[in-house]
């Protein structure tokens, strides 16, 4: 009988479910390279059962022109004394679907001899969707030892069950020495609270991906991209997880470098307005020292040397301000308020922006915590802040705001990193030059800059989306030429767990009955999850893709359209010579306009041409139905 305290190595059934639910394709083969193995990601991959083509040679699978080459290549690494290496580095490889289509794979091959017979693994990926690929990496046990990346299996509660080679070159212990030891103790010593979310995550969502620091054999922190998956039993209930760590160590230190370089370059372009502060700082510590030491000092020489002593003080701040900022000392992601975080930033811009350029901030107090880095969301907003004052050369009003927001079905499918769950909505704006489409595609490209020679290096931009992304946030970006910008930026709550939804208002959101709806938006997504929210709530919907399809149909089906969801930024006839030529058609329609670029202009300006209401992007299901049900009414 096993000893029930002892170590349990990972037997047949659970090798056999890693094995068939890796994403990856795993092909064994024998020494006459036939198939003796295909798991169910191969056959996804090349559209074969597993049944239909073991036994029967390689060929199958790869492109009539590369067969040859490919069984020599083999046979010559069988020759070799090296027992695995990567395919594919230097030519394009590629493999052949039962359908006959081509397509480009990503391989690596290994080794071994099993019962005296010479046997290959092949372990591949289908790189057509490369972004999404690259990201899955299969649950293996001896095949997957080959792979360069750290590959653990934890049950569940922690307790190292599989280790493969690569792990040992990360972190130092061999798997004899790894296997049952607690992974936690083993490898973290950051908040035991991070872990709890990581595994209440990974059981919700069958996965997780995420940044983690660890520790080797010799207490050296290592950063890695961690990736989590829930491995089932054969009644499907969890049994495990299968772990995979990335060492991105170096990676993240060219990040900080760039960071720092961005962050200096931030501080010499604020240096004139720092350097104005501290001249005023410095003046009556200048002249009162000077005055008490000719003699000649006022009969309240106290009140001097407590000015004195003031600015004195003013100045120590002001630098310390500045030093913080410059300094980005990066340390453990801990929970940050937005409400400090933004009085500060607004404290340094407020010392080194022109007086032309008006600066409003608004923080809902309720505003819960981001679980970040103070010094690199500062630098988020400095960085909008300096283009947003590039873009404002005239004078104009910055604004930045907080507010929390609840992505739900709706909202979710306007960005495709989107989660359903509670976010901060940090959102900055200006009433600056604004961008042109062709502009606003090339933002976040490294390098890319409209700013004269010497005026900019291109990375701010880049570098805020590389800050937001860490944190596990996204951006949206509206702007249009003369109307400013507005750049949204949506960071996860610290504990989402205990964030609840808004409650929904049963009054307000009036269910429709059959009333029709004409949705009109350039952006796909857009007109599909509202139309499917309008429909849902009992409403008839039409749909246009810009402005003159919008007329058009319009003019056929007023009689019947109840009211108009219009976006007002639109290529081609914009959305306010739509919302003009819509009301001439039927002056009455109810037209609610839509924009992600919310201006007290731009509100003000879609009022005057007889907008019934305005709604900002990115909006909810709630907000929709709301306002689409006190429109259809007033028609009543």
Request: with cysteine.
């Amino acid at each position: 009988m096993p000893d029930p305290m002892k170590p349990q190595p990972v037997d047949d059934l659970q090798f056999r479910n890693i094995l068939e639910t890796a994403m990856d394709g795993i092909v064994s083969l024998d020494s006459q390279q036939n198939i003796i193995l295909f798991n169910g990601a191969a056959e996804e991959i090349f559209g074969w059962r597993a049944d239909q083509v073991i036994g029967r040679p390689i060929d199958i699978l790869i492109p009539e022109q590369f067969r040859h080459r490919h069984r020599s290549d083999v046979e010559q690494f069988g020759s070799g004394g090296v027992s695995n290496r990567r395919m594919g580095t230097q030519r394009t490889v590629l493999g052949l679907r039962s359908s006959g289509e081509s397509f480009p794979i990503e391989a690596s091959i290994s080794q071994t001899t099993i019962h005296g017979e010479k046997v290959y693994t092949v372990i591949l990926r289908d790189v057509t969707e490369a972004t999404r690929s690259r990201h899955q990496i299969e649950q293996q046990l001896q095949i997957l030892d080959q792979i360069s990346d750290a590959v653990s299996v934890v049950d569940l509660q922690g307790r190292i069950s599989y280790w493969n080679r690569a792990a040992t070159r990360m972190f130092g212990w061999t798997a004899a020495e790894a296997i049952g030891q607690m992974a936690p103790a083993l490898l973290y010593r950051g908040d035991p609270a991070l872990i709890e979310k990581m595994l209440h995550e990974t059981n919700t969502r069958l996965s997780w991906a995420g940044e983690l620091v660890k520790v080797n054999r010799e207490g050296q922190q290592i950063v890695v991209e961690h990736r989590r998956t829930v491995l089932r039993g054969s009644d499907g209930t969890t049994i495990g997880y299968l772990c995979i760590d990335i060492d991105i160590t170096e990676r993240k230190k060219r990040e900080r470098a760039s960071n720092r370089s961005q962050r200096l370059e931030s501080i010499g372009t604020l240096a004139g307005g720092i350097a104005h502060d501290l001249n005023n700082v410095l003046t009556p510590i200048v002249m009162g020292s000077e005055l008490l030491a000719s003699g000649r000092a006022p009969a309240d020489t106290k009140g001097l040397l407590n000015i004195m002593v003031a600015s004195a003080h003013r100045g120590a701040e002001l630098v310390k301000k500045l030093l913080a900022f410059a300094g980005g000392i990066r340390g453990d992601r801990t929970p940050i308020q937005i409400e400090p975080l933004v009085a500060e930033t607004r404290g340094l811009l407020d010392h080194t922006f022109p007086k032309s350029i008006r600066i409003e901030t608004h923080v809902d107090p309720a505003c819960p915590a981001v679980m970040g880095d103070s010094t690199e969301l500062a630098q988020i907003l400095m960085n909008l802040a300096i283009n947003a004052r590039d873009a404002m050369p005239d004078g104009g009003v910055l604004g930045i705001d907080a507010t929390t927001v609840w992505l739900d079905e709706i909202s979710k499918h306007l960005h495709p990193e989107a989660r359903h769950g509670c976010y901060i909505l940090l959102k900055v704006t200006d009433t600056g030059t604004g961008m042109s489409p062709e502009v606003l595609d090339r933002i976040f490209d490294p390098f890319f800059t409209t700013k004269e020679l010497g005026k900019g290096t291109g990375l701010g931009l880049a570098t805020v989306q590389g800050i937001v992304k860490s944190h596990g946030g996204f951006i949206n970006v509206y702007s249009e030429v003369g109307r400013g910008s507005n750049f949204s930026i949506y960071l996860p709550a610290s504990d989402q767990s205990d964030a609840v939804a808004p409650a929904t208002k049963q009054t307000s959101e009036t269910p429709g009955h059959g009333q029709s709806i004409l949705v009109v938006d350039d952006e796909a997504a857009i007109l599909q999850v509202a139309s499917a929210a309008l429909e849902r709530a009992g409403y008839r919907v039409l749909t246009a893709n810009e402005g003159a399809a919008a007329i058009a149909l319009f003019s056929r089906h007023h009689p019947e359209i109840s009211a108009v969801l219009l976006d007002v930024m639109m290529p081609g006839l914009d959305g306010l010579r739509t919302l003009d030529e819509l009301r001439r058609i039927a002056p009455h329609v109810r037209v609610i306009a839509c924009s992600g670029l919310r201006t007290a202009q731009r509100e003000s300006e879609t009022m005057q041409h007889g907008a019934f209401a305005f709604l900002p992007k990115p909006f909810s299901d709630a907000q929709l139905l709301e306002v689409m049900g006190t429109a259809v009414q007033s028609t009543t």
